[in-house]
């Protein structure tokens, strides 16, 4: 056996389980390196084989051949008493096919193949194999299963419904005359995510995920499959004049089976009762009973029609995250509210614009910032349970005002007031992320990923925390990942370029960074990376001349000082960076709240000019004097 085989040998586990089966490490240890697996009571080797092969069999685990074979690999040693071998250095040859020299501290393989193993396995407890009697399971950092027996049932079985919690609903189909009600189709579908999303006991994929198979005409049993759903509910509208036809379905995902269908007819002015109707149907079929306080499923917030198609044309636009989009959404939300000026969703949707344009399209970011808060404000005056309000407030709180408690106070409302907002859960984790308050990011980050789990916004994020937390070859791993979904955005090869660099992977940074700039089309971000990678690596001339640009275009537009700043401390010019990071604060630059956790900043920790600038950016603790400064400066706002 090799040194680098001798050093993967074994791994940290967690606490045993009750009532398992484990294998025994320290008193009999065979020469071959061997460990003995200790079955519980009324487990046997066939019992164990018979229920790997009732696994491996199930719908959740016939089409991962690699995670199967994992499972197989590990099982096959236990039974034969060469648990010894089972280590990540073995997997990895052996079970994914990587060379002798394969070095699990650089290649992460493994490990990320182990997280989902262990939720593949949890999944199928919960569903399938609900009833099993053997219970299989890996703890977290060890390759070793576990072998638990259940006791019989005693209570009466479940209804199979019971279990089916986890939903999608695809983009409605246009079928009307015209094929000019896209936007419509699109509103309904949103309006039935944040319905059902806030039904107790269930789980919505968020609608950037959906709205990838938008047009698609592909087997929903195979869309159901790839977002990891239970049921997937599609249908169609058809708009003449104001007769509505509006068609829908449910399908369970495992058989392909219809679990409810229904056709509703109406005047367009019931939209909202048919959204409602539909809404509670999915409820019923799905087995999940509501609480008799929740009354409507859907809020509606206006009574004029004309009114709600502008809102719905709104956020049709704001979806393409673009800057023509965002200012068509713009405008259609203010014709909204001018037509219905206490129609508190438009409102909300009229802030989260605002806020989108700040970072997609601005040239004065502070200004749609601003907008966006008095938007909020305004939303929540009409409705104080509207969580895209309060998750905007969270947004506004820390990017803009810098009051870090109060926008945390926001995020927590919103997500409690509607557990399925994706956003909202990942702009909580970069608020937590901002403070250094990692392992907490995580966990909000990972929550937003299991309901929108194609979303470029939280794949690049959760990349940008591990990068945070120094995994880099995990967050390369998601960036890539990120990358086969969104192959031509600007962040994902920003994200590399990032995490390339902190290894002192310079070429590979440099080329990242400048397919990131040729994509991104002059965004300020990337040109201060790009200049401080380049600074970073000797290649002071170049970083230079993406200096002088910065400072060219800083006389036309703000946030051109933080990207400044980033190349100066790459150039290692202490003062100038500091003078740069003086003025963005003078500017309320967004980028600032980064200012604790960036990296590339790190250099200037000892100084007391910086953590001055920390506590006006409130990512320190301030002093007295300053504290009461800043209390009375938001008061005042």
């Known amino acids: 056996m090799s040194p680098l085989q001798i050093r993967y040998l074994f791994f940290g586990e967690g606490n045993k389980l009750q009532g398992s089966g484990r294998a025994a490490r320290s008193k009999e240890v065979g020469g071959r390196g061997d460990v003995y697996l200790h079955l519980p009571a009324g487990v046997s ?223 367009l002015k019931d939209v909202f009762a048919i959204q409602d109707q539909i809404s509670r149907a999915i409820v019923k079929a799905l087995s999940i009973e509501l609480k008799c306080e929740q009354g409507s499923l859907l809020k509606r917030s206006s009574e004029n029609l004309e009114a709600y198609h502008l809102y719905l044309r709104g956020r049709y636009h704001a979806r393409k995250l673009t800057e023509e989009g965002l200012t068509n959404a713009v405008r259609h939300l203010e014709e909204a509210i001018a037509m219905d000026p206490g129609y508190g969703q438009a409102w909300a949707a009229l802030a989260r614009a605002y806020g989108l344009t700040a970072f997609y399209a601005a040239l004065e970011p502070g200004e749609f910032l601003k907008k966006a808060k008095k938007a909020a404000l305004r939303a929540l005056e009409i409705d104080d349970e509207l969580a895209e309000a309060h998750a905007v407030l969270g947004l506004t709180g820390f990017v803009h005002d810098w009051n870090w408690q109060e926008a945390e106070r926001m995020f927590k409302r919103a997500t409690e007031l509607n557990p399925g907002d994706a956003t909202a859960h990942t702009l909580y984790a970069l608020h937590l992320a901002c403070l250094a308050r990692l392992d907490e990011s995580t966990v909000e980050v990972e929550r937003a990923y299991e309901l929108d789990p194609i979303s470029l916004f939280i794949n690049t994020n959760m990349g940008w925390i591990l990068y945070l937390k120094h995994e880099y070859n995990r ?47 002059g965004v300020l971000q990337v040109v201060g990376a790009l200049g401080h990678c380049l600074a970073a690596a000797g290649r002071r001339e170049r970083a230079l001349e993406l200096l002088r640009e910065l400072k060219g275009l800083s006389k036309q537009r703000s946030g051109s000082e933080f990207q400044m700043a980033l190349i100066h401390i790459g150039l290692g010019s202490k003062d100038p960076t500091l003078e740069c990071l003086k003025r963005a604060c003078k500017e309320r630059d967004p980028w600032l709240v980064r200012l604790k956790v960036d990296p590339r900043f790190h250099g200037l920790k000892a100084s007391s000019e910086f953590t001055a600038l920390l506590r006006k950016v409130g990512l320190e603790a301030p002093v007295a004097a300053e504290a009461k400064a800043r209390k009375s400066f938001f008061t005042s706002k």
């Open 45 to 267: 080797n066939d019992s164990v084989r018979a229920q790997l092969e009732k696994i491996l069999s199930s719908q959740l685990f016939a089409r991962c051949e690699r995670l199967g074979r994992f499972l197989r690999f590990t099982i096959d040693r236990a039974l034969r008493g060469e648990m010894g071998k089972v280590t990540e250095f073995q997997v990895g040859v052996e079970v994914f096919d990587r060379e002798e020299s394969f070095d699990p501290r650089i290649d992460s393989i493994v490990r990320v193949q182990a997280g989902r193993l262990r939720a593949r396995l949890q999944k199928y407890y919960d569903t399938e194999g609900a009833e099993d009697p053997i219970v299989i399971q890996f703890q977290k950092g060890g390759y070793i299963p576990d072998f638990t027996l259940r006791k019989p049932p005693s209570q009466p079985e479940k209804d199979p419904h019971s279990e089916w919690k986890i939903i999608a609903v695809l983009p409605f189909a246009d079928l009307s005359p015209g094929k000019d009600q896209e936007f419509f189709c699109d509103g309904m579908t949103e309006e039935l995510i944040n319905a059902l999303s806030k039904a107790p006991g269930m789980r919505v994929v968020a609608p950037t995920s959906v709205f990838q198979f938008k047009g698609k005409a592909e087997d929903v049993r195979k869309i159901g499959r790839e977002l990891e759903v239970d049921a997937v509910l599609g249908g169609s509208v058809r708009k003449a004049d104001e007769r509505l036809r509006i068609t829908a379905n449910l399908v369970q995902v495992s058989t392909g089976y219809v679990l409810w269908s229904e056709t509703y007819e109406s005047e």
């Open 475 to 521: 967050a390369l791993e998601q960036y890539r990942k990120a990358l086969e979904l969104h192959p031509n955005s600007y962040l994902v090869y920003l994200g590399l370029g990032l995490t390339y660099e902190a290894q002192s992977m310079f070429d590979e940074a440099i080329a990242a960074l400048e397919k990131s700039q040729s994509l991104s089309r």
